[in-house]
């Protein structure tokens, strides 16, 4: 019941990316109630004319490595548990593939349950509770 | 008054992907009350580690044909109408270009009719009913 | 409090995608309270098979110059000035790089405030009003 797509500057090898998507898998797992196998990210890489970021915005010292993940998640989850998926994420990403924390960009954009198909025409979330 | 972004694998076809786009516009015609030339549609094509999809989350077996489709629409349908778009998209993807229904994934993110702006600076569904 | 996906055709010069995002991030800034430095802005770049578009939808005529701005943000404007944004979007594009304004299709999704980690793992916009 996500959706991920992240966007960063182009350059980094295959390791590091996929780093970043396992890191975020298993945060969403620690934190937000994700299902086992229940990941569907993306990531797509931006030349330098076509990325730019806020340099210091809230005085956050950000750098080139910086990764903005927008994760797109049913409405179910309250702040506290926001918060905690936040502060795993950082702290995942910053064991692997060891970006600094300052580098972490998130946003939520939440929809209805009923707003999926995972298959074969079916929106499994009302099915599962009608 | 949508917005679709499908995201897939590379390494198909243009046939393949301009197939994907008009099957999606021709299920949204149908079931969606979407008008005639209201089709505003990308694709995105990932390398493989950039694209990463549980193969069989909710016992649906899905392939590396995957596509992940995100489409913003306003909020006017109900569930009746959200399940017929997504009965639709699958049976049309499976005609064309042949995609197996359970590689079709499906996100709706819905918006206010006030948040469109198509084109020349208007908020044209504001001005509609204003 | 805002992200910023820019989709269009490729093949445009460096300094025309960098003027589009100088001008998205102008336009926010005087008519939504986007503060200095604020401004996470991607474009994705679409071969022609890739990137689909209403040609005359609502009367207006759009040309390969088309841009898809979708810009995610916090939902704390009103109808009002969502209308001064459009439109003065659609002037600074005019301006810099030179779109016609048929060419500007924008798009808002809306997210609580608590929706944002800005770095650091932190609910910036959570701790600010705790």
Redesign the interface.
Known sequence: MQ?T?V?MLSGKP??W??AI?DSL?LAMRETFNV?E???????????R??????????G?A?SDDLV?I?I?VSNTRG?AQ??AL??????RLAQSPGLR????????????P???????????Y?EKSG
Not at 37 to 47: K, N, P, Q, S
Not at 49 to 58: C, R, S, T
Not at 101 to 112: C, H, P, Q, R, S
Not at 114 to 124: D, I, P, V
């Open positions: 959706l797509r966007s295959p390791g990316r996929r998507l898998y299902p196998d229940d990941r569907f990210m993306t990531i797509t890489e931006h030349e004319d076509d990325f730019v970021y806020g340099a210091d915005y809230l956050i950000r903005m927008q797109t702040v926001k918060q936040f502060a795993r994420i950082a702290e924390k300052e580098d972490v960009l998130i946003n939520l954009v939440e929809t209805l009923e707003n999926w198909s995972f298959g074969s025409g079916l929106a499994q009302v």
